[in-house]
T-cell receptor, first 111, second 114 residues
Framework: SQQGEEDPQALSIQEGENATMNCSYK?????LQWYRQNSGRGLVHLIL?????REKHSGRLRVTLDTSKKSSSLLITASRAADTASYFC???????????FGAGTILRVKS | DAGVIQSPRHEVTEMGQEVTLRCKPI?????LFWYRQTMMRGLELLIY????????DSGMPEDRFSAKMPNASFSTLKIQPSEPRDSAVYFC????????????FGPGTRLTVL
């Protein structure tokens, strides 16, 4: 079974609004990563947060991690139409070098 | 750097035929991963290599699938014989052994088995 599970499965917002996606996982982790996938393309790394970090920022992205709840959230502020994509969380956990990806959240930003 | 390169980008074949997917990782990366993505099962890790050696192939679905990495700049994923249920997008990704755990993905090969 997948280690990370995202919710919602799909999200549709207006340009300029904020988008929040959540990820839950099952086992202990060393780090958690978020990736973006545009339609028909490969995955692109967005941000990595380590298990001893609680929050991390990168441009319009903010990631939080709560290891006690085994959950993470990705916030995209001031969304743009170009942010339309699928977003995946990935954890390493007990798998070492292997990443296990969640099912993803499909984000649609309407202009 | 050109990033991870995969070929072909699209492959359409008939059931029973052999299919070979190719990947060139980013120069200097020590790890190479093969993934398969379908609507039903999402993104699954098939196999990964470290310094050209297969480390974990537990995700390879069955004996029809095989992967090789003859040198640091080339890897293949072969399906023989192919079946319609193998239709999926296959991604190759690479990672540095010394930097963070970030993986860099290729554009994928969309395989359709008729």
């Amino acid at each position: 079974s997948q280690q990370g599970e995202e919710d919602p499965q799909a999200l549709s917002i207006q340009e300029g609004e904020n988008a929040t996606m959540n990820c839950s996982y099952k086992t202990s982790i060393n780090n958690l990563q978020w990736y973006r996938q545009n339609s028909g393309r490969g995955l692109v790394h967005l941000i990595l947060i380590r298990s001893n970090e609680r929050e991390k920022h990168s441009g319009r992205l903010r990631v939080t991690l709560d290891t006690s709840k085994k959950s993470s959230s990705l916030l995209i502020t001031a969304s743009r139409a170009a942010d339309t994509a699928s977003y995946f969380c990935a954890t390493d956990g007990q798998y070492g070098n292997k990443l296990v990806f969640g099912a993803g959240t499909i984000l649609r930003v309407k202009s | 750097d050109a990033g991870v390169i995969q070929s072909p980008r699209h492959e359409v074949t008939e059931m029973g035929q052999e299919v070979t997917l190719r990947c060139k990782p980013i120069s200097g990366h020590d790890y190479l991963f093969w993934y398969r993505q379908t609507m039903m099962r999402g993104l699954e890790l098939l196999i990964y290599f470290n310094n050209n050696v297969p480390i974990d192939d537990s995700g390879m679905p069955e004996d029809r699938f095989s992967a090789k990495m003859p040198n640091a700049s080339f890897s293949t994923l072969k399906i023989q014989p192919s079946e319609p249920r193998d239709s999926a997008v296959y991604f190759c990704a690479s990672r540095s052994g010394t930097e963070t755990d970030t993986q860099y993905f290729g554009p994928g090969t969309r395989l359709t088995v008729l």
